[in-house]
């Protein structure tokens, strides 16, 4: 299984419900229950007026599309940083897992978990601005 980066810095907000953010935008994971309207998006698509916000968060998904008869393996990545002290931000789409930790964290969870057998392709790379992956 290996890992992907996500090249972008990325927010985590509550926005208003009927906010003005920009449903064009290429990346971003809306989450609405009873008790809140949550956002995650890059940061500079970050909207106005939002309620709280908490930028500095970086990220990478699990490549491929996951079967959901597959079990284990967003638990097992969390345990792993979880050992490390680093704590994770997860959002699931239909496809896969996408695991966020803050910016100060990005690259310890990335080498972590490289060296638990989760490579994420490009040993070593940097990830510098205009090199986004998606």
Known sequence: MELERIGHRLTVCKIPEGSDFNLSADFYFIGKT???FSLVCRTEDTPQNTVQRDDGWRGFRIRGTLDFSLVGILSR???????QKIGIFAVSTYNTD???VKEENYKRALA???SAGYPTGEKDREDLPGQDRL
């Open 34 to 36: 009873d008790e809140e």
């Open 98 to 100: 996408y695991i966020l």
């Open 77 to 83: 990545l969390s345990g792993i940083l979880a050992e």
């Open 112 to 114: 972590v978990l490289a």
